[in-house]
């Protein structure tokens, strides 16, 4: 039992997965925070030509 034991815990292949997927997740969490910030900026520039727009026609 010893022996599985200590071969499980010097076993960091699990470990590594665990640590890629975390940084995958971060990456993809600070993707999506810039393009709703960027979104917003976007549509306020729309508005602007839609009203821009809208006021020659």
């Known amino acids: ?3 599985i034991l200590r071969r499980c815990v010097r ?5 590594t ?3 890629y997927g975390l ?3 971060l990456v993809v969490l600070a993707m999506m925070v810039a393009l709703v910030a960027v ?8 508005t602007n ?3 821009s727009a ?3 026609w």
């Open 39 to 46: 979104a917003d900026g976007t549509i306020g520039m729309w």
């Open 49 to 51: 030509v839609t009203d």
């Open 11 to 15: 076993d960091t292949r699990g470990a």
């Open 1 to 3: 039992m010893g022996r």
């Open 17 to 19: 997965a665990i640590e």
């Open 54 to 56: 809208e006021a020659v």
């Open 23 to 25: 940084i995958i997740s």
